[in-house]
């Protein structure tokens, strides 16, 4: 699902601001782009404008869609090592269960071998490569986010939102992305390529006993979606509190003399 993270952009009438779940307040926003409520930016159709997961990928150079694509094929073929070598495995097995054909199993051992290679080669494409393209991306997110922010009037600072909340949101969110965008993309695919790769020689050797496994599935994929659900949920509310925090203890340092100076610790410790 589409969901608002680290990004920012420069229209013509606007400037806006997106965090990781939610949006911030636009400063300023014409009728024509949007209108404003409350602190979630709605389009002219009252739907909560977000960014699409590909649109992430747009400060993209070739080096980084190079190094996507070798990323990519990478997790495809280690996801692929996996089950090839449980089949290695299992025709190991049956070499050995009766009477030992030592020329089959030294060329199984060379296959092992070279199924090592291969996947110690492909598996740092994946992680590598996914790595360094999340890196980069976060990087250039990171610039064009606080470009963004510091082109606000100063009255947004005052009313609308933190400093330190600013900064907290623009380091936390960034990881997040970076994460997103980069380590995660490897591991996907490689549980994706494994997935298909053991379903595809499963059906191959027994059919029917991979059907039986299947049936399983969608009560396997409901418990996964709702244990992710949870721990989203849970991030974003752990983080929105952090945030206002940070924002409210950078507030106090900063201004200390003004706090005692009006006797507010007590306001200041319970906020």
């Known amino acids: 699902p589409q969901r608002a993270i680290v990004f920012a952009t420069t229209r013509t009438d606007s400037q806006l601001i997106y965090c990781y779940g939610t949006a911030l307040k636009v400063y300023r926003q014409s009728s024509s782009s949007g209108r404003q409520v409350s602190n979630i930016m709605l ?3 009252g739907t909560v404008l977000k960014v699409s997961y590909f649109k992430l990928f747009r400060y993209a150079s070739v080096f980084d869609v190079v190094c996507m694509c070798l990323g990519t094929l990478g997790g495809m073929a280690n996801g ?35 199924l090592a290679l291969g996947a110690a080669v492909v598996s740092y494409l994946q992680m590598g490569l996914w790595i360094l393209v999340g890196t980069r991306q976060a990087r250039a997110i990171r610039i064009h ?25 623009m380091n936390e969110d960034a990881v997040a992305v970076e994460t997103a965008m980069g380590e995660k993309v490897g591991t996907f695919v490689f549980s994706v390529s494994m997935f298909l790769s053991g379903i595809i ?66 306001a200041t410790q319970a906020a």
């Open 145 to 169: 986010y606080l470009r963004s922010v510091l082109s606000q009037d100063i009255s947004f600072f005052d009313a609308e939102t933190g400093t330190g909340s600013l900064l907290t949101k």
């Open 201 to 266: 020689i499963a059906f191959r050797f027994g059919w029917d006993i991979t059907l039986v496994m299947l049936a399983v599935m969608p009560l396997l994929g409901g418990s996964v979606a709702l244990l992710f659900k949870v721990m989203s949920d849970s991030s974003r509310k752990s983080q929105a509190a952090y945030s206002e925090a940070n924002s409210i203890a950078q507030s106090a340092l900063s201004a200390v003399r003004t706090v005692y100076s009006f006797n507010a610790e007590a």
């Open 43 to 45: 389009d002219q159709h």
């Open 80 to 114: 692929a090592a996996l089950p090839v070598w449980a089949y290695l495995f299992g025709d190991l097995l049956e070499s050995i269960a009766g009477d030992i054909d030592m020329k089959k199993v030294e060329g199984i051992a060379l296959s092992f071998l070279y």
